[in-house]
């Protein structure tokens, strides 16, 4: 989801939970730093929306979530608005307003994101106990990429990149696997010379 930075230079983390439930505006948190979240392109949002749909209905045991339920990545300190997230974890059913305990995180890369989904949000979303996968999926061409937990020792994660309709990204651990061209399905790609401002995806 594209964000921008709110006036304000530093929040609280009370300030920032106050000001989530006295707006209608989703935003996300990290650092003291408050990012108001942007609107989506119609592109990004047929994506979500397949991907939402796959694992809703291939992840059946599991609850899935697209881009209004807030995740908490480290306490006090970080919290986003993933695209779409599965939680196989009872523990998250204790709140009915964030969830701390995801096996998949996906995000649709934009031109005003990507750098912070790969790498403020890769590094800190592999802390989380619980993740198994963290998905990134492009809305300029036809590719994603995928990192998979490997090792709880040395913290270890496979990375897989996916640029063939026809190929198969697997999740062993949800016993399900999603082709390429279901991700893609009925999605028309944005352009790459399409204009993408810090205020869309």
């Known amino acids: ?21 006295e707006s209608q505006i989703r935003y996300e948190f990290y650092q003291g730093e408050v990012f108001a979240m942007a609107g989506a392109t119609v592109t990004h949002n047929e994506i979500t929306f397949n991907i939402t749909s796959i694992l809703k209905r291939k992840a059946s045991k599991c609850r899935t979530f697209m881009e209004n339920v807030k995740l908490e990545i480290l306490k006090d300190t970080f919290y986003a608005y993933p695209d779409v997230m599965v939680t196989c974890d009872a523990r998250d059913l204790e709140d009915k307003l964030t969830q701390r305990f995801p096996i998949l995180i996906a995000e649709v890369l934009s031109k005003s994101t990507q750098s912070t989904d790969r790498v403020t949000k890769l590094r800190r979303y592999r802390q989380i106990p619980t993740l198994r996968y963290y998905l990134l999926v492009d809305q300029y061409e036809h ?22 309709l026809e190929e198969e990204v697997s999740f062993p651990e949800l016993n399900l696997t999603i082709k390429l061209s279901e991700i893609y399905q009925g999605v028309t790609l944005t352009q790459d010379n399409t204009s993408d401002s810090s205020t869309s995806q």
Do not use: C, H, P, V
């Open 143 to 164: 590719r994603a990429e995928l990192y998979t937990y490997q090792d709880k020792q040395k913290n270890t994660w496979l990375y897989q990149d996916f640029n063939d």
């Open 1 to 21: 989801m594209g964000e921008f930075a709110i006036q304000k230079n530093i929040y609280s983390i009370e300030e920032y939970l106050e000001l989530e439930e």
